[in-house]
């Protein structure tokens, strides 16, 4: 059974930083696709950044480009999201969540197999 599960979270503000992790378990991850998405209250899931685990090929959504760094640790099986600059408005719950045998790099939280239970960030102005 695959777990993902998310820590890191917090309260900041602006222009501060936070790591977020994710480590996954249950399953050799080597062909999955790794992504984060945020969900802010009343909105809908947004795509933050996704990475290709075997390769490491990444892509990121609009909003967070230049700001956020995703990256992955094969021995610990864990997944980063550093964020720099962080704005009020990056505030939501981030998840994490993995995608089996993708052939593209996913951005619509349809795509993915499994979801961690989520990480609080909060940016204060």
């Known amino acids: 059974q695959v777990q993902l599960v998310e820590s890191g979270g917090g309260l900041v503000q602006a222009g501060g930083s936070l790591r977020l992790s994710c480590t996954a378990s249950g399953r050799t991850f080597s062909s999955y696709t790794m992504g984060w998405f945020r969900q802010a209250p009343g909105k809908e899931r947004e795509f933050v950044a996704v990475?290709?685990?075997?390769?490491?090929?990444?892509y990121y959504g609009e909003s967070v480009k230049g700001r956020f760094t995703i990256s992955r640790d094969n021995a610990k099986n864990t997944v980063y999201l550093q964020m720099n600059s962080l704005k009020p408005e990056d505030t939501a719950v981030y998840y994490c969540?993995?995608?089996?045998?993708?052939?593209?790099?996913?951005?619509?939280?349809?795509?993915?197999?499994?979801w961690g239970q989520g990480t609080q960030v909060t940016v204060s102005s």
């Open positions: 969540a993995a995608a089996q045998n993708m052939l593209f790099l996913p951005t619509t939280p349809q795509r993915y197999d499994y």
């Open positions: 990475i290709r685990w075997s390769s490491g090929i990444t």
